[in-house]
């Protein structure tokens, strides 16, 4: 899917930076059109050509050079997929969330823990340069001791956002697919929360694909396979009120259902100033 082809970009700076390490080895997916494709893309960009393969648990058997798996499948299916490369002795990173609910992020990381395999997950905001500037410079004191932070951002309409399957509650929904974002650049900054409360809504029970293609970039090939107008089972929205443990209080709204004017800012405020 478009996030497969997003990391095989990855792949494709990698090979051409000082650090490359990696050869990509095969590539797998249910539906043999897009593994193909991948591996099409693979030879434009990578100058080779990586084994296909439909069927999981047989690559595990028989792709004898694979070391490690890049799990880029849909939410709803990373703890499956991924315990099963863990206990076929693979080292896996997992494209965030980890998993859909708590449980199958436990499952996954006791598999790690028992199979003496690495495990990984894909949360790329946090390397961003710009976010790891606003760590230095919290934990410099640049604001002073930290006091409120702000997180909020609002838009989207009835508009299917990539694809379908980000509005079901069993795909993994907008507001954790794009949310878990949010909260992890919250870790990120301010370490763990103490308590927080909040809630999930649906705003938008039915969501529209726009004419012309919502899914923009590496998704878009799929847009005219989507249907034009579906219901929607899961969040769309998240709303929460949090403490950390160093007295940090949080507020946050990732809203993806709210028509009119967009809002998107994030802001915090110390002792001795302000960061956005």
């Avoid at 990696?22 to 043999?32: N, P, Q, T």
């Avoid at 593994?35 to 648990?57: H, I, K, M, S």
């Avoid at 890049?70 to 076929?88: D, I, K």
């Avoid at 708590?102 to 003496?116: K, V």
Wanted: charge should be neutral; charged fraction near 25%; include cysteine.
């Amino acid at each position: 899917g478009g996030m497969g082809r997003r990391h095989l970009r990855g792949f494709q700076a990698l090979q051409r930076s000082d650090f490359n390490n990696c050869e990509l080895v095969a590539v797998c997916d249910i539906k043999r059109a897009n593994a193909e494709d991948l591996a099409d893309e693979a030879q434009e960009l990578l100058g080779y050509r990586p084994q296909v393969w439909t069927d999981l648990d047989e690559m595990l058997r028989r792709q004898e050079r694979l070391q490690g798996v890049n799990v880029t499948t849909e939410g709803g299916t990373h703890h499956r997929v991924a315990v099963a490369c863990l206990e076929a002795g693979k080292d896996v990173q997992v494209e965030k969330p980890l998993a859909l609910s708590i449980r199958g992020c436990d499952l996954i990381i006791e598999t790690a823990r028992r199979t003496g395999r690495i495990l990984s997950v894909a949360e790329n905001l946090r390397r961003d340069p710009m976010n790891r500037l606003m760590r230095a410079l919290i934990d410099a004191g640049a604001v002073g001791a930290p006091q409120l932070f702000i997180d909020t951002k609002i838009g989207g309409g009835d508009h299917m956002v990539y694809s379908p399957w980000r509005h079901q509650k069993l795909g993994g929904t907008i507001a954790l697919d794009e949310g878990i974002h949010h909260a992890d650049l919250m870790l990120y900054y301010l370490g763990d929360p103490v308590w927080g409360f909040g809630e999930g809504r649906i705003f938008q029970p039915v969501r529209r694909r726009r004419a012309g293609g919502p899914s923009r970039g590496l998704h878009a090939k799929w847009n005219d396979q989507y249907p034009a107008e579906f219901a929607a089972t899961g969040e769309d929205a998240v709303l929460g009120w949090l403490r950390f443990a160093n007295g940090t209080v949080g507020q946050w709204i990732d809203h993806h259902g709210a028509h009119g004017q967009p809002l998107h800012r994030r802001i915090l405020y110390g002792s001795g100033g302000s960061l956005e």
